[in-house]
């Protein structure tokens, strides 16, 4: 705990309060927002000097907003992408969709705006070394809980869990941090893998795969169900997760597998859908 703190700004030794409420919505203000490419932006929210938000590897939060003329408030799960000791502040990467009607109201926020959110929303627990190899399929905005578990991983010198990252794009141009997932593969080349897909390659050098996630990609990149202690984690477009590993029920519980994972024999133990 302490060393992570000594890794980040803004965090002291301290006890910090925590930000979120579980049981109630309560309003975050933002104080900045950067634009990191034609239809995703980066939402930084103020907290206290001595605030954490409070979630925890792996959870998410909730955030409420009434859109327009809708009689009932709309609801949506989001993960940060900030530290997640970081005090001050916590960070949201948020892709704008034409349909999307949250999505679009946070990218209409203003810094002085406030947005409502609960939390924290349980995932998964995870404590270090659980597995052996830890195999991560994202697509689009599906890489934040990946960046959640992964930062925490690679930032703790005791654990040893391999990571391997496939992140699927349309373009290039639509890899949101890329840069931060690049200086993780380097500085951590032997516990941690970044795989880049994208529908159609832009230009001619392009040294990733190209197209849809595939059976053959995960039997290249991916440790086989037959291997010991392996965990399959998936998050994306619903067409994605229904390829990859088959769909969360309506309920939002794991369902069973399905798709490319079941062909390949990963188990339910073996398999966590974001």
């Avoid at 409420?21 to 309560?26: D, I, P």
Wanted: charged share 25%; with cysteine; glycine share 6%.
């Amino acid at each position: 705990y302490s060393y992570m703190r000594s890794k980040y700004p803004h965090v002291t030794e301290e006890p910090a309060r925590l930000a979120l409420n579980s049981r109630k919505f309560k309003p975050f203000t933002l104080q900045d927002k950067v634009p990191i490419n034609h239809d995703t932006s980066m939402f930084r929210f103020a907290l206290d000097p001595d605030e954490e938000l409070g979630l925890y590897v792996t959870s998410c939060f909730v955030a409420k907003a009434r859109v327009g003329d809708d009689e009932k408030p709309i609801v949506r799960a989001y993960t940060p992408v900030s530290p997640q000791y970081a005090r001050g502040y916590f960070d949201m990467v948020v892709k704008k969709y034409d349909d999307g009607k949250m999505s679009s109201h946070i990218h209409g926020l203003e810094p002085g705006d406030v947005l409502h959110i609960k939390g924290p929303i349980h995932k998964l627990v995870y404590n270090a070394n659980d597995f052996k190899e830890i195999g991560m399929v994202a697509g689009g905005s599906g890489i934040t809980p990946m960046l959640q578990l992964l930062q925490h991983v690679l930032d703790d010198p005791k654990d040893k869990t391999k990571l391997t990252l496939m992140y699927a794009n349309k373009s290039e141009d639509d890899i949101i941090l890329r840069s931060l997932l690049d200086s993780y593969a380097e500085k951590y080349p032997k516990q941690f893998r970044v795989v880049y897909t994208v529908d159609k390659a832009s230009t001619p050098d392009w040294k990733g795969e190209v197209g849809y996630v595939t059976k053959d990609m995960v039997q290249k990149y991916f440790p086989a169900a037959s291997k010991d202690n392996v965990m399959m984690m998936v998050c994306g477009p619903m067409p994605m997760m229904k390829s990859v590993s088959g769909p969360k029920l309506p309920d939002f519980s794991q369902g069973e597998v399905d798709g490319i994972f079941k062909e390949l024999g990963y188990k339910s133990d073996q398999v966590f859908k974001f």
